[in-house]
């Protein structure tokens, strides 16, 4: 059976398509002005010449960024942290949440309600650094896997995803076949839980990808340093340099030319440390929408 468009349907499709396509565009605007402007010449763009198309053309920018060894090996350690950050995380996070899911899981009120008292309350950055060198995990590559392991806001999304797409009727049906909780566990609820599962990874690997407040507090061994930090020295550098070569009244030439190779390293960052998040989240995207909102609707 066709069911035919109405003339109203067909206004109010072409508007909602038309609206649409501006919100799109408006997204999309942003990232590909950013891309444009890390190739093109700064002058250029701090006097409004390049809106849609890169104008005289220079890679100047991303040849000072990679200029320095320390960038890719803090690529390697970013994605060593974000790929064994994202392990400890589920690992943590989801069991918890499937205990918290079940009726008649033994204090499951109590652990909850302490749960959530961390949401509110925190010890407090010096409390927590002192922990920390206590554990032997200041200046230590894992206090960037371990330390923040799961999230409270996490577990309730995944413990109503639990509760809401694992029936008691299938765990009950499994324990008369004589299947243990953890067999029942690891054999059947998370193999149902692909979506779930695909948006904590998404959302844990994003805050790894993306964290430099906890290696710039506990990380002082350059080697260890990840991405995000070692970015950031060196558009720190950049621009202390141009601010030294404006002081000591250097040439006209080479002022210019430093200080456009830090404008273009500004968005030469931007770019590079957004590509490899931009390249996972197609792969997960068709989970993510299923994910949240069933896993935020209460069962």
Same mark, same amino acid.
């Given at each position: 059976m066709v069911i035919r468009e109405t003339k109203r349907d067909r206004i109010f499709n072409f508007f909602n398509g038309l609206i649409l396509t501006v919100v799109f565009l408006l997204c999309l605007y942003p990232l590909w002005f950013i891309i444009i402007a890390s190739i093109?010449? !700064?002058?250029?763009?701090? $006097?409004?010449?390049?809106?849609?198309?890169?104008? =005289?053309?220079? %890679?100047?920018?991303?040849? $000072?960024?990679? $200029?320095?060894?320390? *960038? *890719?090996? @803090?690529?390697?350690?970013?994605?060593?942290? &974000?790929?064994?950050g994202t392990c400890v995380n589920l690992a943590v996070t989801l069991p918890a949440a499937y205990a918290l899911s079940r009726k008649d899981f033994v204090g499951r009120n109590f652990f909850t309600k302490m749960f959530l008292f961390t949401m509110f309350f925190s010890g407090g950055l010096i409390p927590t650094f002192l922990t920390v060198k206590g554990l032997g995990l200041y200046n230590n590559p894992l206090v960037m896997v371990i330390l923040g392991a799961t999230s409270m806001t996490n577990i309730i999304i995944s413990r109503t995803f639990f509760q809401t797409n694992i029936p008691d009727e299938l765990r009950e049906a499994a324990e008369i076949d004589g299947c243990s909780n953890t067999r029942f566990f690891f054999s059947i609820v998370l193999p149902l839980s692909t979506a779930i599962i695909a948006v904590m990874a998404l959302f844990f690997a994003v805050t790894h990808w993306n964290g430099y407040f906890t290696a710039m507090i506990y990380i002082r061994e350059e080697e260890w340093k990840p991405l995000? /930090?070692?970015?950031?020295?060196?558009?720190? #550098?950049?621009?202390?340099?141009?601010?030294? %070569?404006?002081?000591?009244? =250097?040439?006209? @030439? +080479?002022?210019?030319? #430093?200080?456009? &190779?830090? #404008?273009? /390293?500004?968005?030469? %960052? /931007?770019?590079?440390?957004? /590509?490899?998040? +931009?390249?996972?989240? !197609?792969?997960?995207?068709?989970?993510?929408?299923?994910?949240?909102?069933?896993?935020?609707?209460? @069962?």
């Amino acid at each position: 059976m066709v069911i035919r468009e109405t003339k109203r349907d067909r206004i109010f499709n072409f508007f909602n398509g038309l609206i649409l396509t501006v919100v799109f565009l408006l997204c999309l605007y942003p990232l590909w002005f950013i891309i444009i402007a890390s190739i093109s010449n !700064p002058d250029l763009i701090n $006097a409004g010449k390049v809106w849609l198309i890169p104008q =005289d053309v220079s %890679l100047d920018g991303y040849k $000072a960024l990679f $200029a320095d060894d320390s *960038v *890719v090996r @803090g690529y390697i350690n970013t994605i060593i942290y &974000t790929a064994g950050g994202t392990c400890v995380n589920l690992a943590v996070t989801l069991p918890a949440a499937y205990a918290l899911s079940r009726k008649d899981f033994v204090g499951r009120n109590f652990f909850t309600k302490m749960f959530l008292f961390t949401m509110f309350f925190s010890g407090g950055l010096i409390p927590t650094f002192l922990t920390v060198k206590g554990l032997g995990l200041y200046n230590n590559p894992l206090v960037m896997v371990i330390l923040g392991a799961t999230s409270m806001t996490n577990i309730i999304i995944s413990r109503t995803f639990f509760q809401t797409n694992i029936p008691d009727e299938l765990r009950e049906a499994a324990e008369i076949d004589g299947c243990s909780n953890t067999r029942f566990f690891f054999s059947i609820v998370l193999p149902l839980s692909t979506a779930i599962i695909a948006v904590m990874a998404l959302f844990f690997a994003v805050t790894h990808w993306n964290g430099y407040f906890t290696a710039m507090i506990y990380i002082r061994e350059e080697e260890w340093k990840p991405l995000q /930090i070692i970015m950031r020295d060196i558009l720190m #550098e950049s621009e202390f340099n141009a601010q030294m %070569l404006q002081q000591g009244g =250097d040439t006209a @030439g +080479m002022l210019q030319q #430093e200080l456009r &190779t830090a #404008e273009q /390293i500004k968005y030469a %960052l /931007i770019v590079v440390s957004s /590509i490899p998040v +931009m390249m996972i989240y !197609p792969f997960v995207q068709k989970h993510f929408v299923k994910g949240v909102t069933v896993g935020a609707v209460k @069962g």
